[in-house]
Every structure is written in C-alpha cells, then in structure tokens.
C-alpha cells in the first residue's frame, strides 16, 4: 500500500528533490497536499502533477497538515514557520521527516516529546543525521560512545584569520554546495554545524558532550557513529541530498536508485581535520546554548538569524554575526522550553533586543 506523504516547502530545494523521488518510484506514495509560502504558481504546478491538493500563504503548512491525513509529512519550510505544522502532524499521528533544523534547535525538547507521547518517529532529512539514523540500525542506546557530524567547511576553511572584511559575496561562494543564502552562510559561520549538534541532541537522544564534529571538505563521509566497542560506522555517499530524502521517505525499506554509486577508487583520498574553534566560533555557541537548557537554543537561532540577515543587508560585519548571537545569549532571560508560546516568546524577545 502506498504511503501518504504531505510535502511542506515543496517549491524549495528540498522539497523539490522530494517531488522526484516520488515521481521516481510511482506506486510507492500517495501526496495528498503540498505547501508553499509564496510561489503559488508552482506549487499548483506541483500539485497537478502529484494529484494533491496546493496550499499557498502564510499559514499554508498548518491548513495542509490539519485538512488531510497522512502517514509521513515531510517539513522542509524555512526557519521558525516550521514549528507549528511539525507539532500539528505530531498531534495528528504523522511521522515527520524533518529538513527543518530550527524545529530541533528552537523546540526540540518540546518536540520529542510530544513525539513519544503520540506514538511518531523523527526521520532525519538532513544528510548528516540521515548518516547517523542509518548507522545506528540496529544499536541499542547503551551502545552508543560518540555522534561525529561531519562538515565541508565552507568558503573560509583556508582563509586567513581576519574575517573582518569578508563580503557578501564571499561568504555565499561555497566550494560544494549550491543552497539559499541563509545556510550557506550558516554553513560559511559553522553555525549549521551548531544547529545540527543540537537536532543530533535531540533526534538521537544522545548529551552534547558525546557529538563532535570533524572538517571534511570532500563530502563524502556523511557522518560516524562510535560505539562502545570502539568500532567506528560511518555512512558513505555522492553528495546528493535526494539520497538522505529517499531514505527518510522509504525507511525502514531501501528503494532502488539510478543515482551514480560511489567510487572510492575514482575519489583516491578523504581528509579529516578538526575545526578551527576561533575561526568558527558558533560551534561553541551552539554547545553552550544547549547547555543552559531551556529556551536558550531559540534565542541561539533567533539571533543568528537576525544577525545573518543583517549581514546580507550590510548593516553588520561577517564576524559581528557571532557577536551578536553571544551578546544574545548572555542577556536573554531563562525561560523554560514548556510550550510552543514559550518558544515564540523567546524568539521575539531576541528580536526585539536586536532590533533596538
């Protein structure tokens, strides 16, 4: 029987790779609606051509969750707008494959939560989580010595020290991948490496102090797992997104591919280094966040956001991008991380500060 999968963000990048891989294996899923913010034209387009029904608007995500059902719904909207359709399809029973890293770094103790209160799995969408997801198959907790997420690392691995000066353009030249300008600054600031510390704290269950992160500009290895053995699984693969997204959608079966497999002859060499803590600052940010508890890792996003956007409109240096995020984190007051309320609270808060 074929699954019944909601896409939200489905003019995005994500969520086109998403609509190819159901196109790719016909009788597999049934789309009964897809979202879009604002690109109404194609979202239709999609629809028609999936047989689901278009949702387009601000709260476009919410109306497509609570008007239909469905087995898998898959979250690749921008930002904060993720957070309510992700807790209405929990509430609704839906498994979430989740592309969406604000939902685990702003609520991810909400989330999970009420995930084990409804009965639902978080299936990671992301290539580095999807590369842990897989090789945990299997383990048991216990088990479990270490979660190492890899990164490229970005426009500025080689650069030198002083950041200062980098400009816009700069910062959204990355070697490897071709996404929207605000992850690829993330990338660029090692923020995203931060963020998806904090989903791996929450997807897998696992205390900040057992992940690492580890630079490997080849894209290759995806991310490892060490286990109490000391055996050491890492997942391997093309950089393709489509991969992770296949594998989310049709877990816990592997769906054949006509992607071209990996050819670690043609490759010759990976490399492996630690990342520069005073050149990527926001990986200690992030950690820290997670350890005050709380609401602290919305304020983490919420300023990064604001300060990345600030940045693309040259109202803030590159290296103040970080700055403002401590500065965030140091004055913001300690809210506990009890409801979807105290979530936007905290995120308007940090707003609002920025904004003065």
Known sequence: MAKKLIILGATGSIGKNAVDVVLTHPGEFEVVAVSALRSRELCAEIAVKLGAKAYVGEDA???????????????ATVGVSGLAPTMAAISKGMDVALATKEVMVMAG???????????????????????IFQCLQGSRANEVEKLILTASGGPFLDAPEDLSKVTRE????????KMGEKVTIDSATMMNKGFEILEARWLFNVPVEKIDVVVHPESIVHSLVTFNDGATLAQLSPPDMRVAIQYALSWPERFCSQRTALDLA?????????PDPARFPCLRLAAEACRQGGCQTAVLAAADEWAVGAFLEGRIAYTDIAAKVEECLEKAPRMACDSLEAVMEANDWTWKHLSL
């Open 61 to 75: 995500a919410v109306r497509a969750v609570e008007e239909n059902d469905a087995d898998i719904c898959l979250v």
């Open 109 to 131: 103790e909400l989330a999970t939560k009420a995930a084990r209160k409804n009965g639902v799995r978080f299936l990671p969408v992301d290539s580095e989580h999807s590369a």
């Open 170 to 177: 700069q910062a959204l030249a990355h070697p490897r991948w």
């Open 266 to 274: 043609k490759i010759g060499s990976l490399s492996f280094r630690k």
